[in-house]
């Protein structure tokens, strides 16, 4: 009888450590996989601010780039505006220089016509 009772005794040893076993095994895989879920959604997070970051960067390079253009349009502008009163003011003199010599034609034709 205290054979038996030793060798019940010794297998109901090995099933407390089966069942601990078993229990640790959950243990590990349920905390491994809860550490995966969390890298994946980690990796997840850093490839979203990742993609973010460069759709800000792109953005603000296109602003500079659009920023430039307008720049170089209003100078071309500004070159075209001056060109045209540059262009004005050089057809005034002459008008005015042909103006002042045909008067000044006129009074020696005058002056002449008069001695």
Known sequence: ELKWAGERDAEDYKKQLAEQR???LAFR???GRMIRH???KTNHEDHHDEHESYELKWAG???AEDYKKQLAEQRRQSLAFRNAEGRMIRHLEAKTNHE???DEHESYELKWAGE
């Open 22 to 24: 078993r229990q640790s």
């Open 29 to 31: 895989n349920a905390e």
């Open 100 to 102: 002042d010599h045909h």
């Open 38 to 40: 969390l890298e994946a």
């Open 61 to 63: 390079e296109r602003d």
